[in-house]
């Protein structure tokens, strides 16, 4: 009776241990995995190529920061293929596909990607997101797009078509867009799709062509760019200017002006930044770029200068100097981006009495260096 037991016992076993393994062996050796039984979210079929599911950034179950759980984390790759070829994505493929750059000429973007920036560029920058529209603009002007870089659906209406800068489209004013990396004090282009989609972009102001034949310009802030990672700004209407003439020892060509809020004052100082005029106006409101931040508008306060001489250097003259002081003492711009992009002050010289030992004093009784000084007048 036991052996009977035994027997039935090892036939029940041999039964559920072939129901459990799924059945015959030949269902055992089928490898091939069910694509869309492994898809929680059911839209693996949307691939367009093994490892590219166009899907996983519109996954609804919004795990693992917005990508399905088959997805590699924080990239929105399929890592399982598509039904339709049973190919299973390798993390290499997948890395070789963001590593690639079918479009080097376009900063490795696809066609249709457009930028969206949550405000009107007014100075320093702007983040824009690399984006697709998903919809029509509605009747506030807002259309619906999708993050390239993080798979989120937003709302927008400051939308940027762009397109690869041309080196010879550039000039002190235009708006450009291109690839935000801090880390790097000469900012490059994208390399991969990686770099082009994981990488926050910013719009921005071009303020120095001073590098320009060595392939690299300066944005608001003093950022060196180099040219092959500018996108310009399809439409962009900004007036643009190329400079005339050398820099002298304050790092300013003839065609620098100085921008002010308000007149100089009998008593005291005002402030100033280095800038340029982009277009002249009959109404004595001239369109300017401030270099410091990229800031353009129609201004009234607006001076041009030139070095003093000795002989220039006279009580009652109005002159303005960098806001740098050395032992108590204002001195010279040391470098070009001092000159650019810090503030300068105007003020009268009112003590003349150490010129022969290279100082004079102004308001308040501030001592300057005379190689600091410039001349001005009012445009």
Not at 173 to 184: E, S
Not at 245 to 263: K, M, Q, Y
Request: overall charge positive; hydrophobic content about 30%; charged content about 25%.
């Amino acid at each position: 009776m036991k052996n009977r037991v035994g027997l039935l016992s090892f036939f029940v076993f041999l039964f559920s241990f072939g129901l459990g393994c799924g059945g015959s062996s030949a269902q055992q050796q089928d490898t091939t995995p069910n694509i869309e039984q492994q898809c929680p979210c059911k839209t693996c079929k949307s691939c367009a190529t093994p490892g590219s599911c166009k899907q996983c950034q519109n996954c609804p179950h919004k795990n693992e920061a917005g990508k399905c759980p088959h997805c590699a984390k924080n990239k929105g790759m399929c890592t399982q293929g598509c039904p339709a070829s049973k190919a299973t994505v390798t993390e290499e493929t997948q890395r070789a596909s963001l590593d690639s750059c079918p479009n080097p000429a376009n900063h490795c973007l696809e066609a249709g990607i457009l930028f969206v920036g949550k405000k009107e560029f007014d100075r320093d920058y702007v983040y824009v997101e690399p984006a697709k529209q998903l919809s029509q603009a509605d009747t506030k002007g807002e259309a619906k797009f999708q993050s390239v870089r993080t798979g989120n659906e937003f709302q927008g209406k400051h939308v940027y078509r762009t397109k690869a800068a041309n080196p010879k489209q550039l000039g002190l004013g235009k708006l450009v867009i291109l690839p935000f990396n801090k880390r790097q004090r000469l900012q490059q282009g994208p390399k991969s799709r990686e770099d082009a989609y994981q990488t926050r972009w910013w719009l921005t102001r071009i303020v120095g062509m001073d590098d320009i034949d060595e392939g690299f310009v300066t944005v608001a802030g003093g950022h060196k760019v180099n040219v092959n990672a500018l996108r310009l700004i399809e439409g962009d209407d900004s007036p643009a200017v190329t400079l005339a003439g050398s820099e002298d020892g304050d790092f300013l060509t003839p065609n620098h002006v100085f921008i002010a809020d308000s007149d100089i004052p009998e008593v005291g100082f005002i402030f100033a930044h280095a800038g340029v005029v982009l277009k002249d106006s009959k109404s004595g409101k001239p369109t300017v770029l401030r270099l410091a931040d990229g800031w353009t508008g129609e201004v009234k306060h607006v001076y041009s200068s030139q070095k003093a001489s000795q002989d220039d250097l006279k009580k009652g003259v109005q002159v303005i100097m960098p806001y740098e002081q050395q032992n108590g003492i204002f001195i010279k711009a040391q470098n070009e981006e001092t000159a650019h992009n810090k503030r300068w002050w105007i003020a009268k010289i009112v003590d003349t009495s150490e010129l022969d030992k290279g100082f004079i004093k102004v308001n308040k009784g501030y001592r300057v260096s005379v190689d600091a000084v410039r001349l001005i007048e009012k445009k």
